[in-house]
């Protein structure tokens, strides 16, 4: 799994990303609010834990920015602050749990496997967006009712695209996830399965469905943002 931690105290941050590491995760720091919520729109994570008084742009605002764009991935609040008050602004900002500082890594993690349980949804067999259809039980895509034949690496990409849908997903996004390796710069693989994807999704006369973001990555979506 990973996940996305914004920390500005240096000490603490790697502290927390040293633990959660041993724990299993793939770790992502941002050193304040602005970049956390850049990095948390491009990544799909699987939670993000922030502290409050982030510089640039504190937790609060992070958390709302987000969920304005409609990414609801689940938020943990970090504060040295143990308030009433700070905990219910966290929480009518849109965050899901709190934890006030000091705190275990084990108690943190412990945090983070109850959010995935809860906000776990119900199996999904079939994706769609537009009139783009992937069966996950079948293995099969169609689109407008014609089948589409791909690869198994192929299927994996589109089933990441559709999943994000209408966000957009980084190349390093794709390779971890697809790939499950670490992104390397200096390759072409992203783009040269997103043109083959293009080549089998794109039938003749319907409008493209995977679009270029610019300085971002891409996005499987009906009409251009």
């Not at 938020?75 to 308030?83: D, H």
Request: proline residues 5%; charged residues 25%; without cysteine.
């Amino acid at each position: 799994m990973r996940i996305l931690l914004a920390e500005d105290e240096k000490k603490v941050a790697e502290h927390v990303r040293q633990g959660m590491q041993a724990e299993g995760y793939v770790v992502d720091v941002a050193p304040d609010g602005s970049e956390a919520a850049w990095l948390a729109e491009i990544n799909p994570y699987d939670a993000l834990i922030l502290d409050v008084m982030l510089p640039g742009m504190d937790g609060f605002s992070v958390v709302r920015s987000l969920r304005r764009k409609h990414i609801f991935t689940p938020v943990i609040f970090l504060t040295s602050r143990a308030e009433v008050e700070d905990r219910v602004r966290g929480l009518d900002a849109g965050a899901d749990d709190y934890l006030t500082k000091p705190f275990s890594i084990s108690e943190l993690s412990a945090r983070i496997r109850a959010l995935l349980r809860r906000q776990r949804p119900l199996a999904v067999n079939v994706l769609r967006v537009g009139n783009l259809e992937l069966d996950l039980v079948t293995h099969t895509a169609t689109r407008a009712g014609s089948k589409i034949e791909l690869t198994k690496r192929e299927f994996g990409l589109l089933e990441f695209l559709m999943t994000a849908s209408p966000r957009p997903v980084s190349k390093a996004a794709i390779v971890e996830r697809v790939w499950d390796q670490h992104f390397d710069s200096g390759t072409n693989v992203v783009n040269v399965y997103i043109n083959m994807l293009r080549r089998k999704i794109d039938l003749p006369g319907m409008p493209p469905l995977i679009q270029t973001v610019r300085g971002i990555g891409f996005a499987l979506r009906e009409e251009a943002a």
